[in-house]
């Protein structure tokens, strides 16, 4: 996969769920311009979580679950301008190749111009946009949490 050079890794550990705010924040800062992001982890390690804080941080009030059964969760709302403000939520999991993905329509996600977090992205990568930003999420011994962004 293609990675823009001036995107370089940011490592973040985390203690405790409260403190997601400041990862979304070092997100932001990280790469704010970047729409979609690959999310990489063991089950259980935190993706909708993670998902989940993001979209509140945004403003979103709907609820956040693991798009794992639908494939794709669709988050949003009206901005003070009257602009609809969109997240998709995918989860990957269970397709078995690229053409699976293009059947249900992975590519209008990609290229809409709103945030998107992909679960389990390995079938997409040979036809993801050059400006991804992967998100990997480790589960520490203590409970703890540690991100890398890349």
Known sequence: MKRKPEFIKMEIVIKKIEDLKTVVEQLEA??????????EGELGAGKTTFVKKFCEEKGI????????????????KTTDNGNTLRVFHLDLYRLKNT??????????????GDYCFIEWPGVIESISPDDVVRIQIEMLEDS???FLFL
């Not at 009030?61 to 949003?76: G, I, K, M, R």
């Not at 329509?105 to 809409?112: A, D, F, K, M």
């Open 99 to 112: 053409e699976e993905a293009l059947e249900m329509g992975i590519e209008e996600y990609l290229y809409s």
């Open 61 to 76: 009030e709907d609820l956040v679950s693991s798009p794992t059964f639908s494939l794709v969760n669709e988050y949003q």
């Open 144 to 146: 703890s949490r540690k």
């Open 30 to 39: 990280f790469a704010p311009k970047t729409k979609i992001f690959f999310l």
